[in-house]
């Protein structure tokens, strides 16, 4: 199970909730708006990371069912963000375009209703009003089987107002912009002349040159007793000690990067990825390289479609988010692992999901 909203829009209704947002023009296609984007890349506070081969998925004894089996990837060289994307850089991207999110939006009920079960119920008018979920922590211990005792929608919620409408970014320009959707993060990255990564691309750079470790930094986790990345410290989810340093997101960098130098690929946010999201896909690919003799699978895009079988409606479409967030805790989740991977609608945004991009290691003769 993962910190993250693992419940699709229609499993909260049947709790008396609305969750998240339709993007009605674009979400309904499958499709990223839009916007001008730049004409050349700037790759200042990108890094190149040398493609290679390394070994996807976990069979650790903390990996998740949908982690594995383990197969061997090759992946060509590609440019990363050596962060997320901040605030102060998202704040650019909409300032240069009068970009709209997701969550800025009204939920149109005529197309929530084509991704909930027949005979689910119009939420009230208040719940179809702008906004997104925000982490409300509770006072006592709760059933962690439940993510409505800890996630609330909030009207007024957005990448300005990250906690709630009266909540505001004013301080923390360098910190991960949140409140994103899939469809935000691929309009930024288009944008800026990027794209998102691939699940094998992000996973191959997370790791930062590590061979069969548990973290992109070894196996312990807190090596001699420090801490390595923003995570949930206490208990889970109603008593945060803030041992890190951090009862939210931390500005980008706060913690040591991995080996290639990229921050934040543990922990702080999640961050999305350009792949369907099924829960079998590393079992499908492994036995279609079998099946093809082909022992190993280059540039991999990810699956053709979504399944994820803990939704009541398990095609209903989800992008795979990697990397945890300061909401992981090993009483609940341990996302911050390379391999760990969740399923999210593409127009759900939340208080703890995030991005980074990339671009294609062409040579500038090529472009």
């Given amino acids: 199970m993962s910190d993250g909203i693992h419940f699709i829009r229609f499993d909260l209704l049947r709790l008396g909730m609305a969750l998240s947002m339709v993007c009605v023009l674009n979400s309904a296609q499958g499709i990223a708006p839009k916007t001008s984007g730049q004409e050349t890349t700037d790759r200042s506070g990108m890094i190149l990371i040398e ?99 800890w996630w609330t929608w909030t009207p007024g919620t957005d990448w300005k107002h990250p906690q709630g409408p009266n909540s505001n970014i004013d301080g923390i320009d360098d910190h991960p912009v949140v409140q994103v959707s899939w469809f935000d993060a691929v309009a930024y990255a288009d944008w800026a002349g990027k794209r998102l990564p691939t699940e094998a691309e992000w996973e191959y750079a997370a790791r930062g040159g590590q061979v069969d ?61 350009a792949d369907f999201y099924r829960a079998d896909a590393h079992l499908l690919a492994a036995r279609q390289s079998k099946e093809s003799g082909e022992p190993c699978c ?8 979504s399944w994820d079988p803990t939704r009541g409606m398990p095609n209903n479409i989800e992008r795979v988010a990697k990397g945890g967030s300061f909401l992981c805790h090993e009483s609940y989740c341990a996302s911050y692992r390379p391999s760990a991977r969740r399923g999210t609608p593409p127009d759900t945004g939340s208080g703890h999901t995030g991005f980074r991009c990339v671009t294609d290691a062409i040579a500038e003769s090529q472009r």
Avoid: C
């Fill in 51 to 149: 493609g290679g081969k390394f070994t996807m998925g976990s069979e650790d004894e903390m990996a998740l069912r949908n982690e594995g089996p383990r197969r061997p990837v090759r992946v060509n060289s590609f440019w990363i963000d050596e962060t997320p994307v901040t605030n102060t850089q998202f704040h650019d991207f909409v300032t240069a375009t009068a970009y709209v999110t997701t969550a800025e939006k009204p939920v149109d009920w005529e197309e929530l209703k084509k991704q909930v079960p027949p005979g689910t119920q119009r939420p009230p008018d208040e719940m179809l009003q702008p906004g997104s979920l925000a982490f409300t922590p509770p006072s006592s211990p709760v059933d962690l089987r439940n993510m409505a005792n």
């Fill in 213 to 273: 470790k548990r973290y992109n930094w070894g196996d312990d986790f807190m090596p001699e007793g420090k801490y390595m990345a923003n995570t949930f410290t206490g208990q889970f989810p109603f008593e945060n000690s803030i041992a890190d340093g951090f009862a939210s997101t931390s500005p980008v960098k706060s913690f040591p990067p991995n080996g290639y130098g990229l921050y934040d690929m543990a922990g702080n946010v999640w961050n999305w990825t």
């Fill in 298 to 305: 280059t540039n991999p895009t990810g699956p053709e479609s």
